[in-house]
């Protein structure tokens, strides 16, 4: 199941590639002495965070639900476990709906690295949102890989297949995997986060 059409796709790795450019050309600009933080640099990074976070809240959510449809399955109970996991898919969607908003968060902050004045907070200030690129792309990945495991997973519980439900285990892990990899980059993200506040 395809969650967006081919033009979000384009549109996003447009929106990453500027930020990715942004940053190559970020080392090669000379440096602002203005000290005061810019304002558009601030109000990105608190809106990218609280973003960031609730992709992560939506993919807990989602993998609960999808827990959940697995207990059901061992249950013989098909139709509330498929109900569970189309409910799985629409978390997911509102959270892979979230990665355009982050992405256009991100890209200011790039643009604005500049203008901050003090190199140590550039720099820490440049991982972050360096991290956060990380964290879309993983997520782009996790959306495909849950899309994957959910297409045989109701085909399992629908047909009653032992040969579909183990293929669907074996996605399981992946798709765990991934979760965990953008739990991981979200967290990274808010401790440099931090650092940035506690940075001179």
Do not use: C, H
């Not at 440096?31 to 609730?54: D, E, G, Y």
């Not at 890989?145 to 085909?155: A, H, Q, Y």
């Amino acid at each position: 199941m395809k969650i967006r059409g081919k033009t979000y796709f384009l549109w996003l790795a447009v929106i990453l590639a500027a930020i990715f450019a942004v940053l190559a050309v970020y080392f090669l600009v000379p440096k602002v002495s203005n000290p005061v933080l810019p304002v558009n640099f601030l109000t990105a990074r608190q809106n990218a965070a609280a973003i960031s976070q609730k992709i992560v809240d939506l993919t807990v959510v989602t993998n609960q639900k999808i827990s959940a449809a697995n207990s059901l399955d061992l249950k013989n109970d098909s139709g509330p476990a498929l109900a569970l996991i189309k409910e799985a898919r629409a978390s997911n969607n509102e959270a892979y709906a979230e990665t355009s908003a982050l992405a256009v968060y991100l890209q200011q902050m790039a643009a604005s690295l500049n203008k901050i004045s003090s190199r140590s907070k550039q720099q820490v200030a440049y991982e972050a949102v360096a991290i956060e690129l990380s964290l879309v792309s993983e997520f782009i990945v996790y959306t495909q890989k849950l899309n994957g495991f959910l297409d045989v997973l109701s085909r399992a519980i629908a047909d009653d297949s032992f040969v579909l439900r183990q293929a669907a285990s074996g996605d399981l892990a992946a798709v765990n995997s991934q979760a965990q990899k953008i739990n991981a980059l979200n967290s990274e993200f808010l401790r440099r986060i931090q650092i940035f506040d506690s940075t001179n």
